[in-house]
């Protein structure tokens, strides 16, 4: 899913687990442990800032940034509801336990940022939105948003250097369809 594939139904809700107090696809579960427990063992304290996301959830985050920042600019970092990876479970926000550079670019270079850029992908998880792909998804850099996949396509993406999701399926990515009416 992404701006141009929304969620099917609409009112999608994954079988969840729980992990460190946050509901998670249970696909996801098992890997999204393993891969927080790897990093505690390597002395990157990491903790989840957000997971599943309910259609109604989303659209109170979006319609905030909507009437705080307006329309085009919250389309460019936050997903409108019913197209936010975050309500099939499979998406999860992580952030250093100190907080440094939570939820912002800059959490790229951080010890946890780089921790996740190598070693992510061993668990399943691809950093969704970079600023290589910008243009393909549609979305400013979020290096602390991965989404799980499974191992064998991380490891896929990972090996051909493929930049995105989109460009792995070839499906179309980008601006919402009516990006051009947004006010």
């Given amino acids: 899913m992404n701006k141009k594939h929304p969620i099917t ?7 969840v687990a729980v992990v460190r107090g ?13 891969l927080l427990d790897s990093a505690d063992r390597d002395g990157v304290h990491l ?13 109170g985050v979006h319609s905030r940034l909507v009437s705080t920042i307006g329309q085009s600019t919250a389309d460019a970092i ?9 309500q099939t479970g499979l998406a999860v926000d992580l952030q250093p336990v100190d907080g440094t550079c939570a939820l912002d670019p800059c959490f790229a270079g951080t010890p946890a940022g780089r921790w996740l850029d190598a070693y ?15 243009h393909v998804t549609g979305y400013s ?16 993406l ?26």
Avoid: C, M
Wanted: glycine share 10%; proline share 7%; hydrophobic share 40%.
């Fill in 9 to 15: 139904p609409l009112d999608f809700q994954p079988r």
């Fill in 22 to 34: 946050y509901q998670v696809a249970t696909a996801a579960a098992g890997p999204l442990t393993r």
């Fill in 47 to 59: 903790k989840i800032a957000s997971a599943f996301r309910s259609y109604a959830y989303q659209e």
């Fill in 78 to 86: 936050s997903a409108r509801p019913g197209y936010s990876e975050h």
């Fill in 120 to 134: 992510a992908w061993r668990f399943g998880f691809v950093e969704r939105y970079t600023r290589a792909n910008r």
């Fill in 141 to 156: 850099p979020e290096p602390w948003h991965l989404r799980y996949v499974a191992v064998a396509l991380a490891r896929e």
């Fill in 158 to 183: 990972r090996v051909t250097g493929t930049g995105s999701l989109e460009a792995f399926f070839g499906v179309a990515g980008g601006a919402y369809p009516d990006a051009g009416n947004a006010g």
